[in-house]
């Protein structure tokens, strides 16, 4: 087994501030993802990742960047926060190996923007 | 979400009822998966399916690809089944990314 885990749990930040989320896990997964959820919505995925220094878009990449320092590690910045944001970030990463594609989440990161 | 379609939107169960929530998708999926977000908001794996069905306790899951629907039965609902079911489908020709639909919001009544 293993788990992921994602930093802060609760971030605050102001209009215009740019903002850091961590994610790590330590399953040994070889792809992770980055996806935004809304009150009441689906996920959308911003960012993934298939190995250390790769990255790839998703369909909400406009206004973030990601960094994949190592394995088990995945960051996402939001380059300037919009006034009355409210949303929740959650990390997943899975394994590439073939023995399965399943996607294991973190339990999120939830961001206000005052 | 339309290419995730999930019905129905909402639903009111009495406990140690049946029911039946269902995702039709407009991409080839080849792989379905089936979350329950609970209340705290994280996201708990109840289902990975290749075409075929799985059972776990008191949810059965099928995955049909030919006729590119998904479905998730409970059965003999429990007050901690209460949350929102998503269901993600993967395509080759989508590479490595989950499509997730909006969700089913469940309310098990006492």
């Known amino acids: 087994g293993g788990i992921i885990t994602q930093t802060p749990k609760f971030l605050i930040g102001q209009e215009g501030q740019k903002l850091t989320l961590k994610c790590q896990q330590n399953f040994n997964h070889d792809t992770m993802y980055w996806y935004r959820q809304d009150s009441g919505k689906g996920l959308r995925l911003i960012y993934y990742?298939?190995?250390?220094?790769?990255?790839q878009k998703g369909d909400l990449s406009e206004g973030y960047d990601a960094s994949r320092e190592k394995k088990s590690s995945f960051s996402l910045t939001v380059t300037s926060a919009q006034k009355n944001e409210m949303a929740v970030f959650l990390c997943a990463s899975r394994p590439e190996d073939g023995s399965s594609y399943e996607q294991y989440f973190g339990p999120g990161t939830r961001l206000t923007v005052l | 979400g339309d290419k995730v379609k999930q019905s129905p939107s909402a639903l009111s169960l009495q406990e140690g009822t049946n029911s039946a929530l269902r995702c039709n998708f407009s991409?080839?999926?080849?792989?379905v998966q089936w979350f329950l977000q609970n209340p705290r908001g994280s996201l708990i794996n109840l289902f990975y399916?290749?075409?075929g069905t799985k059972e776990n306790g008191r949810l059965k899951s099928t995955f049909n690809s030919k006729e590119s629907y998904s479905t998730l039965h409970i059965r003999d609902a429990q007050l901690e089944d209460s949350g929102t079911y998503f269901c993600a489908a993967e395509a080759n020709s989508a590479g490595n990314k989950l499509t997730f639909g909006i969700g089913t919001r469940v309310l098990v009544r006492p």
């Open positions: 991409i080839a999926a080849t792989t």
């Open positions: 990742s298939i190995t250390e220094n790769d990255l």
């Open positions: 399916l290749v075409p």
